[in-house]
């Protein structure tokens, strides 16, 4: 496992092109089908490591690439996911100082 | 007799020959109409290409380049965010969902909105207004250039599948033409053994000629000899009877024949 190389459970004679937005191990219950009771476990068996960690985020990269930002007929919907993104984190980020800026003294 | 058994098989063939024509027009157009149909409309109808025998394509179909992107609702959320919703909260639950989160943090101000929050409000009115009013015509003109570009880059494979479909057409015609040479063949050996029968036919007719021919000098032949000989005959019988009448065996005669009349008168 370096860098440049394919996941080890790739193989290209079962799987044909490689798609960097796919995630070619064996599957878990997506996270949309997981029930609350089996969240922890769930949880539990994510795989942790950095690496590991690292390569999803690649893989949903890749998947939102081909949601909204490959199609044809593409629109301004990515470039403005992208916007609302790094509003977001920006925010979130400076959260801390904004906090001094809060105009009310009491909230109920 | 020999050839003549030759050459009836060939005749019948030439009976064929009308038959064997018109079943190759009809089937002639059939199958360049179906190989047309196969080129143009076949890779709707084959499987999809599979590059080996162990190729998974049901789990892991081949990418592919979606035309619509996935849609969005209020321009940067997705879709499917919303419908995860529905199986428990019905098509309004997300909308109370969103309103809620919001009114939640807006009300304790955890959402502090300061000063740059106006100016956020301010910089979507206008690219919700840019959108609204540049964007139907810059798509148009993104898509044109889209098919411009997927045009040129598959002029190639069109304009390959169509020289190969017109080849295919052309071998077929070629093959055709080959069916009609053998036709031809056989057309050229019936008359061959047509102008054999005809050689035989006039041989026999020498042969019978001849034969004939042989068989009437013979008769004349022996006709003559027999007329010969009968004339030699004759005539060597009545020279030599001649030759014994003398004057005294005619003086006998006529006095033997008197005698006889008399014996007839007496009788009579």
Known sequence: MGWGEYPPEYNARVHGPYDPARYYGKPDTAFGQVKLGELGAWLGRRNKRPVAIAQAMSRAWWQWNHKFAFPRKAGIAAPMQIVCGSMLFFYIMNYGKLRHHRLYKYHW | ?268
Request: aromatic fraction near 10%; glycine fraction near 6%; charged fraction near 25%.
């Open chain 2, 1 to 268: 007799m020999m050839l003549s058994r030759l050459v009836r098989p060939s005749k019948s063939a030439i009976s064929q020959l009308g038959t064997v024509s018109v079943v190759q027009g009809s089937q002639l157009p059939a199958n360049s109409l179906c190989v047309v149909r196969c080129i143009t409309s076949g890779t709707k109808a084959q499987a999809p290409f599979k590059e080996g025998p162990e190729r998974d394509l049901v789990n892991f179909p081949r990418p592919k380049q979606l035309i619509n992107p996935s849609p969005v609702r209020l321009g940067v959320f997705p879709d499917s965010w919303f419908t995860f919703f529905y199986n428990k909260t019905g098509v309004t639950g997300p909308y109370a969902f969103g309103g809620g989160l919001l009114t939640y943090l807006l009300s304790k101000e955890i959402w502090v909105l300061e000063h740059e929050f106006w100016g956020g409000v301010s910089f979507f009115i206008m690219i919700i207004y840019a959108v609204k009013k540049f964007g139907p015509q810059t798509s148009a003109y993104l898509e044109k250039e889209i098919q411009n570009d997927l045009d040129e880059m598959n002029a190639g494979k069109i304009n390959e599948i169509e020289g190969y479909t017109k080849s295919i057409e052309n071998e077929k015609k070629s093959q055709f033409q080959a069916e009609g040479q053998k036709m031809l063949f056989e057309v050229k050996r019936e008359n061959i053994a047509l102008q054999l029968e005809a050689v035989y036919r006039e041989r026999l007719m020498e042969v019978y000629r001849s034969v004939k021919n042989r068989l009437d000098y013979q008769l004349e032949k022996t006709n003559a000899e027999r007329n010969v000989q009968q004339k030699h005959m004759v005539n060597w019988i009545v020279s030599n009877v001649k030759k014994a009448i003398t004057t005294e065996s005619e003086q006998e005669n006529i006095k033997k024949c008197i005698g006889d009349l008399k014996a007839l008168a007496a009788r009579a």
